[in-house]
């Protein structure tokens, strides 16, 4: 078993319109590849080396392209490093599936050696909130800042209704499902960007994802003892679950957390509700690290 393309011209396809996206970042970056148990992961990095770390991850289906409103405002503060995550739509080749919270912890540590990574901020929107929290859990030791975006499952069981428009679009493939879907999520009710949007329907129609890991809620046990100064950031018109009960869950799990609700935002708040997303995220990186107590 390997790759997640149907032929090889499907890839290029697809890997053509990801060129296209990352002409939305208006950064030049640097395309790494870094060898895991699973696969060649793909990362691009952004900035100034010379900064301190912040690695990405993304929505699932959404690809690294995805933070395309964010990273240029972001590089004021890091260098800024964003995984394709392995066997989801984008450019890393998987070799085999992750299956679990355990593949998906290690293959992340693999990814933060290869790139020697010792301590980093890490941020997450959506299924890349749940893994990012899932590694942090597992190796605090490695997390200076750790940021949430509507992180998928978690602190939440999903609604029923996130299966019934994502499924549909993965299974059928047609512009009328993806577009529907991608709609549920908005807060605006606007479509995506139409350069990204041409990636998002190549990666539907032409690839099959290999990431079996299923998001769910973190057992509080846990969070015994977790002290890496956390941002959840939450639209307050979140779908997939009840926004003020997840956020609630949230402080009760880790107490000085950061959690907002951002007003008029839905799943899709990272790229619609940019400005305040990235302000926020940016007052958090200003704060000093390991400091939930004093919170």
């Known amino acids: 078993m390997a790759g997640i393309f149907k032929s090889t011209e499907n890839e290029q396809e697809y890997l053509r319109c ?15 590849t870094v060898p895991t148990s699973w696969g060649e992961t ?16 993304h929505g699932m289906t959404m690809s690294s392209t995805m933070w395309y409103p964010n990273v240029k405002h972001w590089l004021k503060e890091r260098c800024v490093y964003t995984v394709d995550v392995m066997g989801d739509f984008g450019r890393s080749q998987p070799d085999r599936a992750v299956k679990s919270r355990q593949d998906a912890r290690q293959w992340l540590l693999e990814v933060m050696d290869g ?36 992180p998928a499952g978690t602190f939440h069981k999903i609604s029923f209704k996130f299966f019934a428009k994502i499924y549909p679009a993965l299974l059928f493939h047609t512009e009328k499902w993806i577009d529907r879907a991608f ?35 973190f057992p509080k046990e ?3 003892d977790f002290q890496v100064a956390t941002l959840l950031l939450v639209g307050d018109k979140e779908v997939i679950y009840p926004a003020g009960k997840a956020v609630e869950n949230a402080r009760s799990l880790i107490p000085g957390i950061e959690a907002r609700l951002i007003p ?11 400005d305040i997303v990235n302000q926020l995220t940016l007052d958090f990186l200003k704060t000093a690290p390991r400091t939930m107590e004093a919170r």
């Open 18 to 32: 990801y060129s296209n996206s990352l002409a939305l970042f208006e950064a030049d970056c640097t395309s790494l």
């Open 42 to 57: 793909r990362v691009l990095r952004f900035g100034d080396t010379g900064k301190p770390p912040l690695v990405l991850l």
């Open 115 to 150: 790139l020697r990574l010792d301590s980093t901020d890490l941020a997450g929107h959506s299924m890349g909130g749940f893994l990012a929290l899932n590694f942090a859990l597992a190796h605090p030791e490695r997390i200076s800042r750790l940021m949430l975006y509507a």
């Open 183 to 217: 709609a549920w999520f908005s807060g605006k009710g606007e479509p995506l960007h139409p350069v990204f949007r041409a990636q998002v329907l190549a990666g539907y129609r032409y690839a099959k994802p290999l990431l079996q890991v299923m998001p769910s809620v």
């Open 222 to 224: 846990e969070f015994k």
């Open 264 to 274: 008029g935002a839905s799943h899709s708040l990272t790229i619609e509700h940019a």
